[in-house]
């Protein structure tokens, strides 16, 4: 029987992935992502040995590189295992419109989130400064969030950026920027595979949806009290394209810490003396605050632009599903797509209902975070009975950054769709079997199933 492999690497909090599809004459290989949360113990070592295993399991050759989107997590080992990748030939490289810089629109986003995470940064510095336990929590947690990003301070060659880079300069590849819909796309060499683009949606409202609906939570909780600081964003906007910082006011309409000394009133009212006794007069970093909300923002705005796939197993039907860390905007664009593919004897639509009906193998989005994975209009539509989930997270590392991974909610509802189906690098096989399978379910599910210290493969049949 002719089967893909699907191998999860356990190297941490963090994506990447190796289809092997059978193909005549040799595998063919697509890579999707390759990265750890900055700060994970050992990162660079784990980065090389996952990249010496795919180096040694694709003799070096990628049929197709795919990059859904620029976080750490995803693109860290492309610069810290970029010696072992040295000699890696690529012939396709897949990319999300977003980051064609020759598209308008792209150029559009990539220039807005530049500009707020210059002055997150310095939002975060100016925090650090004013002192106090808020500005250091609020500080802390905005560091956290950053780390998706690679962290403040990254030293040069060892940014997202960078990371982005090197795929985009693989010698001889063919660099291809996805948008969702048009015709299904083909994986080099292999005849019995289509691959769908499902987004980043080509609308600029969708991509900065990335929270649900107040009224009509769309995901496995209630709707996120929500918004940037609109003084913030105003700062961030005024801010020039060379500027380190962002301020919420004009500086005509300030006043130094020498005039206002020489000026009663503020030496009544305003308080020039400890800052822990007297910060509560001051207001002047007030407005840093909002840096935690826009963080989040910057941080949920990337996640969707994520190039999201849906790879269908022609002979059977199957479908591996992709998303990247696509949130709620990315999800919704869906379900307007239609593609129309050839059949046997004539043409036939395809809609986005359809690929989710069909998904058996689902790498759920974003570590399992609460907008990752969409309800009615997601996982709700997956009733395959073959269902199964691979969950890229590492718990104690998410405990540990005071991140709900995976969410609840929706991890309990995961359980219930595949019946305990459920991968995750950490854990490994579930430890028995689960009550809703059957001895032979079970049995099948061992048999496509096989845990290894440096990864988890599963396989699907085609």
């Known amino acids: 029987m002719r089967r893909v492999r699907i191998r999860m690497y356990r190297q941490g909090l963090g994506d990447c992935f190796l289809l092997t599809f059978p193909s005549s004459g040799t595998d063919r290989h697509v890579l999707i992502d390759c990265g750890v949360l900055k700060g994970t113990e050992d990162a660079s070592a784990a980065m090389r040995a996952v990249a010496t295993d795919i180096m040694g399991t694709t003799k070096g050759m990628l049929d197709v590189l795919v990059v859904t989107h620029e976080h750490w997590d995803h693109v860290s080992g492309f610069v810290q295992a970029s010696d072992v990748f040295k000699d890696l030939k690529v012939t396709e490289v897949w990319l999300a419109w977003t980051e064609d810089v020759a598209d308008d629109l792209a150029r559009e986003l990539s220039s807005r989130r530049k500009k707020a995470q210059a002055a997150v940064s310095e939002a975060t510095r100016r925090l650090a400064l004013a002192g106090g336990e808020a500005g250091r929590r609020i500080g802390n947690r905005v560091n956290a969030l950053l780390e998706f990003a690679g962290g403040l301070g990254a030293a040069p060659g060892r940014t997202t950026a960078d990371g982005m880079s090197w795929t985009k300069q693989r010698p001889g590849a063919d660099i291809r920027y996805f948008r969702p819909g048009g015709l299904p796309h083909t994986i080099p060499g292999v005849e019995d595979v289509r691959a769908y683009v499902l987004g980043p949606p080509y609308d600029r409202k969708l991509i900065k949806k990335s929270n649900p609906s107040k009224r009509a939570s769309e995901v496995y909780e209630l709707a996120l009290a929500g918004g940037v600081d609109a003084g913030f964003m105003a700062a961030v906007e ?78 059977s039907g199957r479908v591996l599903l992709f998303p990247g860390d696509a949130q709620v905007g990315n999800w919704l664009s869906w379900e307007a797509l239609t593609w129309t593919v050839a059949g046997d004897h004539d043409t036939r639509t395809v809609t986005s209902r359809d690929l989710l009906e069909r998904t058996v193998l689902y790498k759920v989005g974003h570590h399992g975070s609460h907008n990752a994975t969409l309800r009615e209009k997601g996982l709700e539509l997956m009733t395959s009975p073959e269902l199964a989930a691979m969950v890229p997270v590492d718990r104690q590392t998410a405990k540990k950054m005071q991140w709900n991974m995976p969410f609840p909610s929706l991890f309990r509802r995961l359980s219930e769709k595949t019946r305990g189906r459920i991968l995750e690098p950490e854990a ?3 430890p028995e079997k689960p009550a809703q399978l059957s001895d032979h379910e079970w049995s099948q599910f061992l048999s496509n199933t096989d845990p290894q210290d440096g990864w988890i493969d599963y396989w699907v049949a085609l």
């Open 428 to 430: 490994g096989l579930p």
């Open 238 to 315: 005024a801010q020039s394209a060379d500027s380190a910082s962002a301020e919420p006011f004009d500086s005509w309409f300030g006043m130094g810490d020498e005039e206002a000394r020489d000026t009663e009133f503020f030496r009544k009212h305003y308080g020039f003396g400890d800052q822990d006794a007297d910060g509560w007069r001051r207001i002047e970093d007030e407005w840093l605050g909002a840096a935690g909300r826009l963080a989040l923002q910057l941080d949920s705005d990337t996640n969707n632009t994520s190039l999201a796939l849906a790879f269908e197993l022609i002979p």
